[in-house]
C-alpha cells in the first residue's frame, strides 16, 4: 500500500513539473549597423560608351549622412581635347551644390566627343570640394562604334503644293535604330505666321512626344497651316526628332499657290443710294483683289426687280492684281411705274474661281412731276365737284 502511494506521489509530481512553463532562451539580436556619416559622389554607371558626335549626359548623385548642410564646388578634369562638356542642374550650368543634411542632390555631367574622333577610351575625373574634404569619382568613358545607333526618318512625301487656305500634312515613318526603347521630341521649324502640330499615325489627338521601341518605327503626321496671306511662293519646313541623345531632322517643302479674294464695295463703302423712277441713277462701286494671286475675266451682273435697267462701266475687267482695285460705275435706272419704297438690286463680279455678290438697296423717290400732275387732277375733280354742287344744288 505505501509503495503505491509513493508511485503516485512521484507521478503526480512529474505531471506539475511538465505543466511549469519554462522560461524561454533569450534569441541573440543582431548588433545595428552603425549610422553612416559622411559626404559621397557617386554614380551608377561609372564607366559607359558614347557614339562621337553625340551628347550623353551622365548622372552624378552628392549625398549628405549626418552632416551639417555642406556646400560641395565641382570640378571635372580629363575631357579630351576639342570634347564639349557641361554641368547642369535644373537645366542650368552649375558650377557648385549645397546638400542639406541626409538628402541628396543630382546633376547631370554632358559629355559631347566631336565626329571623328577616334580612340578606346578616356579617364574623366569628377571631384566635388566641401569644406577641407574631397569627395572624388573617377569616370571611364569609351567611344562606341556601333552603326545600328540613332534615328531615321523618311518622309512619304517631302514636297506639297496648294494654296494658302489649305492644310498641309506630311507623313513621316520614324525609325528608332538604338538599342533601347526611347521617348522622342518632335519638333518643327517652320516660317513665321505658319502653325505646325503633330499627330500619330492617322489619329487626331496632337502630340509632342512619342515612346519607340529599339527597332521599330512608328509614322508620324506633320500638319502645317500656313498664314492667311503669305504670298505664293515655296516654303521650307524642317521635322526634327531628339531624345535618348539622338538627333535627326527632315527637310519639307510647302509650294503656295497664289488665290484671289475680290471685294465688292457699294459708294462710299455703302450698300444703299437713292433714285427716282424711270431716271437713270449712277453709283460708284469698287472692286478690290486682296489675294495672293491676279483675278482675271470677271464679269459684272445684277439681278434687278422686274422693268428695271441696270448696265457697268466697264462691263468686264480683263485683270485686277493682287491688293489692286477698280472703280466700277453702276447704273441702275427704275421702273417708271415704281412706287416709292427700297428695292433690292443684287449686284455680282464672277470670273474663274472667284465669286462676289452684294445686295444694293435702292430707295425710289417718285417724280416732282407726277406729284404736279396728282395735284392738278386733285384741283380738276374738286372744281368739278363744287360746279356740280352749285349746280345741281339750286333745284
Known amino acids: 500500500m505505501r509503495k503505491t502511494v509513493q508511485w503516485m506521489i512521484a507521478a503526480v509530481a512529474v505531471l506539475a513539473a511538465a505543466l511549469v512553463p519554462v522560461p524561454a532562451l533569450a534569441q541573440e539580436q543582431p548588433p545595428e549597423p552603425p549610422e553612416l556619416r559622411g559626404f559621397w559622389l557617386t554614380t551608377p554607371h561609372p564607366e559607359l560608351a558614347i557614339r562621337p558626335g553625340e551628347t550623353e549626359s551622365i548622372t552624378l548623385t552628392l549625398r549628405n549622412a549626418n552632416l551639417p548642410p555642406q556646400r560641395a564646388s565641382l570640378e571635372v578634369s580629363g575631357v579630351p581635347d576639342g570634347w564639349t562638356w557641361s554641368l547642369k542642374g535644373g537645366n542650368r550650368d552649375i558650377g557648385a551644390v549645397i546638400v542639406s543634411p541626409n538628402a541628396t542632390e543630382e546633376v547631370k555631367l554632358e559629355l559631347t566627343p566631336p565626329t571623328g574622333t577616334t580612340g578606346e577610351s578616356f579617364p574623366i575625373d569628377v571631384k566635388a570640394r566641401y569644406g577641407a574634404e574631397t569627395a572624388d569619382l573617377p569616370l571611364v568613358v569609351k567611344l562606341s562604334d556601333e552603326g545600328d545607333g540613332g534615328l531615321e526618318l523618311k518622309p512619304e512625301l517631302p514636297a506639297l503644293r496648294g494654296t494658302a487656305r489649305s492644310s498641309f500634312s506630311f507623313k513621316v515613318e520614324v525609325t528608332n535604330n538604338g538599342a533601347e526603347e526611347t521617348l522622342f521630341n518632335l519638333a518643327a521649324n517652320a516660317p513665321e505666321g505658319f502653325q505646325t502640330r503633330f499627330k500619330r499615325g492617322y489619329g487626331s489627338e496632337e502630340i509632342t512626344g512619342l515612346p519607340i521601341e529599339a527597332g521599330a518605327s512608328e509614322n508620324v503626321t506633320l500638319e502645317v497651316t500656313p498664314a492667311r496671306l503669305v504670298p505664293a511662293a515655296s516654303y521650307p519646313v524642317v521635322m526634327e526628332v531628339s531624345g535618348g541623345g539622338a538627333n535627326a531632322s527632315t527637310e519639307l517643302s510647302i509650294e503656295v499657290t497664289g488665290q484671289p479674294e475680290v ?8 450698300l444703299s443710294g437713292q433714285a427716282e423712277a424711270g431716271k437713270e441713277a449712277r453709283f460708284p462701286f469698287t472692286l478690290a483683289n486682296s489675294g495672293s494671286a491676279p483675278a482675271s475675266d470677271i464679269e459684272l451682273s445684277a439681278t434687278p426687280p422686274s422693268g428695271w435697267k441696270v448696265a457697268f462701266e466697264p462691263e468686264r475687267i480683263d485683270m485686277l492684281a493682287p491688293n489692286e482695285t477698280s472703280e466700277v460705275n453702276v447704273k441702275i435706272t427704275p421702273s417708271e411705274r415704281a412706287i416709292a419704297g427700297d428695292y433690292m438690286v443684287a449686284v ?42 352749285m349746280r345741281y344744288g339750286r333745284r
Open 348 to 389: 455680282r463680279a464672277s470670273g474663274g474661281s472667284v465669286s462676289e455678290s452684294q445686295q444694293f438697296r435702292v430707295t425710289v423717290n417718285t417724280s416732282t412731276l407726277w406729284g404736279v400732275a396728282g395735284l392738278g387732277v386733285i384741283a380738276a375733280a374738286v372744281l368739278v365737284l363744287g360746279m356740280a354742287v
Open 263 to 270: 471685294a465688292l464695295t457699294g459708294p462710299q463703302e455703302r
